[in-house]
């Protein structure tokens, strides 16, 4: 950036060209410093105790102490600029030698100004001094106590808030708005709005097909008799261009045709850089390879096309681990697995697994739920988005309803009709033998499920907005009982946040089904009749303990349902929600819900927002309690409820 003035500054005010620069590149720096907790910390949220001083790895321990004092500016500037001050932040925290102190104070004076010029302070003064000397004045190697605290002072001055006056944009595309980014004569000319203004420009010039596209021109200059700034920007967008051939690099075990057809860009495409990202996700979303990268050529070949490499990293193929829930209603579960990525060379994939729940909650071993099974998947058959799965497990389960033995078998074809919705068809068999509220019966059964998903969600383990919509319609025909029977089924859940950084989300979900065909409720087998309760449904009763009752008070399970949950995410902090919910649902033995017995549980829960999904530990009542039922529950996972 090309900046001029018409006022010199002073020696110990850092440059404009310089602090504008590497403002928002020293963001990332300012906020990393966060001392680790010695006390007591989870996941490196400090939560009670003093903090010890990490020195085990300081040669040269010095202590220092901070006097931070702002001059002017608006409300919020000071706790602003020391949230950015590396000397504040790291404060408890001895630095390496006399060097190392003077060192980081200098980089927090590039990082002050930069700050000041995001909050739009373009003759702002920052000062700082160690032991009373002006950093500026300290030459050579610097000699400090070793005994106290070295004593920082930081000074700022802000002085007056500048605005936008002249606005030159040349070459942005036509849909561009200034105003939209906050560019507008007259608003506060904060350095990040000129910043992605010009990025803004450049992104939506490459995403009309201009790969070359970049900025020529980004001069700002500053008026400070009258606290002005005129910004020129100006851009080229060169020239349009399609892609070219698709390269294929570093692919020892996967074949390079696979990976071209399942990335599904093609020669003679538009460029797009949305396209190459989505692209480059799609082979991640695989596991199949430790690296995936797209580039393209810094010029278009004899034929005017961009030639695109696919460069990748085979991954370790073979697999393993582990996983467990825990609910004080429903007990332990446990269960292992173990996987192979790519057996034929086409990203196969092959899955053993095994589990055991109900662990601390039933009778004897008798009654606890195993499962174990085996699934093969071969992406991009058929079509670049389809996706075979064919399986076979068997299992017990032994909720209160029904205990049950089954063994079935299952063969399924998805593919994605758009960006965000995915259509299922597939076939089960499934041999069963049930005790129920009916009796003993047996079961084998044949079923066409025909499934419809929409996910506009922004995130699948923590979303704050979008939707997500699945229905499933499922014909059956039981060869035991000669019983015709069909299950309908949809769930959906969306999200409204508001708040800086999204701090408060509104969750809704909303399900319901319904069978229809069969004589009576038993001609259908029990693990196919609805119910609901539990952590992934109405919190605070028992799994699949909302049901029908007959006369003896024994579950039955139901032909239809609705169900219902809201939940409020309040974010407390940067990393720690509090989620207060509502469950609710009404299962019926009949075709529609008669809402003649609804069970609702109440509770809130706690958050902790991790790079790998939220950790989520909910405590729930139940509102109408059963007679014998359980008076709370408590429930722990990862990701959030819905």
Wanted: aromatic fraction near 10%; proline fraction near 5%; glycine fraction near 12%.
């Amino acid at each position: 950036m090309v900046t001029r003035s018409n006022r010199r500054n002073s020696g110990t005010r850092a440059s404009f060209k310089a602090g504008l620069l590497l403002s928002a590149a020293l963001l990332a720096t300012a906020l990393s410093g966060a001392g680790e907790a010695r006390a007591f910390s989870l996941f490196g949220v400090h939560l009670w105790g003093e903090r010890e001083e990490e020195v085990e790895n300081v040669q040269d321990p010095v202590r220092y102490h901070v006097t931070f004092t702002v001059t002017g500016g608006d409300d919020g500037l000071e706790r602003f600029l020391r949230n950015r001050s590396q000397l504040v932040t790291d404060e408890s925290q001895p630095v390496d030698g006399d060097l190392g102190l003077l060192v980081k104070a200098r980089d927090d004076l590039q990082i002050l100004v930069g700050s000041l010029f995001e909050r739009a302070y373009y003759g702002g003064l920052v000062t700082i001094s160690i032991e009373g000397q002006n950093i500026e004045d300290i030459v050579g190697l610097p000699n400090f106590d070793r005994v106290n605290p070295v004593p920082v002072t930081v000074n700022i001055e802000a002085g007056p808030r500048f605005t936008f006056a002249n606005i030159d944009i040349k070459g942005a595309p036509v849909d561009f708005d200034p105003s939209r980014l906050g560019l507008v004569t007259g608003t506060p000319a904060y350095s990040t709005t000129i910043l992605s203004a010009a990025q803004d420009i450049v992104a939506k010039l490459k995403d009309d097909g201009h790969p070359f596209a970049r900025i020529t021109k980004r001069e700002v200059i500053a008026n400070h008799e009258n606290a002005t700034i005129n910004v020129m920007i100006d851009a080229e967008a060169g020239p349009q261009a399609d892609l070219g051939p698709i390269a294929i690099k570093g692919a020892d075990a996967v074949d390079p045709d696979f990976i071209r057809t399942y990335s599904r860009l093609k020669a003679g495409q538009a460029y797009s850089p949305q396209e190459l990202t989505d692209a480059a996700n799609r082979l991640r979303t695989l596991k199949t390879f430790d690296s995936v990268v797209i580039n393209t050529a810094d010029s278009l070949d004899e034929n005017g096309q961009l030639p695109t490499t696919i460069t990748v990293k085979d991954g370790k193929f073979r697999y393993f681990g582990f996983g467990a829930t825990v609910s004080s209603i429903d007990g332990l579960g446990l269960e292992g697995y173990w996987g192979h990525r790519n057996l034929f060379g086409h990203a196969e994939g092959l899955k053993l697994e095994a589990g055991v729940s109900r662990i601390g909650v039933s009778d004897g071993l008798d009654s606890l739920d195993y499962a174990g099974g085996i699934t093969f998947t071969r992406p991009g058959l058929f079509l670049p988005s389809g996706m075979f799965t064919a399986s076979l497990a068997a299992g017990t389960e032994n909720p209160d309803p029904y205990n049950a033995k089954t063994v079935a078998g299952a063969v399924t074809y998805s593919f994605e009709q758009n960006d965000y919705n995915t259509i299922t068809l597939g076939s089960t068999t499934e041999y069963s033998h049930i005790e129920d509220a009916f009796g003993t019966e047996d079961y084998l059964t044949f079923s066409l499920p025909v499934g419809f998903d929409r996910d506009t969600r922004n995130d699948a383990l923590n979303p704050t907005e979008g939707i997500y919509l699945v229905t499933t319609a499922e014909p059956a025909y039981d060869f035991l009982n000669g019983t015709i029977y069909s299950s309908f089924d949809a769930v959906g859940s969306t999200y409204f946040s508001a708040g800086e950084d999204d701090r408060f989300t509104l969750a809704a979900r909303l399900g319901a089904g319904t069978i229809v065909g069969g004589d009576s409720l038993e001609d259908i087998p029990a693990n196919q009749r609805f119910y609901a309760g539990g952590g992934g449904s109405v919190r605070g009763y028992a799994y699949k303990s909302i049901s029908p009752r007959n006369a003896n008070g024994d579950e039955t399970g139901g032909r239809s349902y609705v169900e219902a949950t809201l939940e409020a995410r309040i974010g407390v902090t940067e990393n720690i929600q509090v989620v207060p919910f509502i469950d609710a649902a009404d299962v019926s033995a009949d075709n529609f819900p008669d809402f003649s017995d609804i069970r609702a549980g109440a509770g809130i829960g706690v958050r902790y927002l991790t790079g790998f999904g939220p950790i989520r530990l909910d405590v729930a009542l139940p509102l109408d309690r059963y007679p014998g039922g359980d008076r709370f529950g408590i429930y722990a996972g990862i990701g959030q409820s819905f």
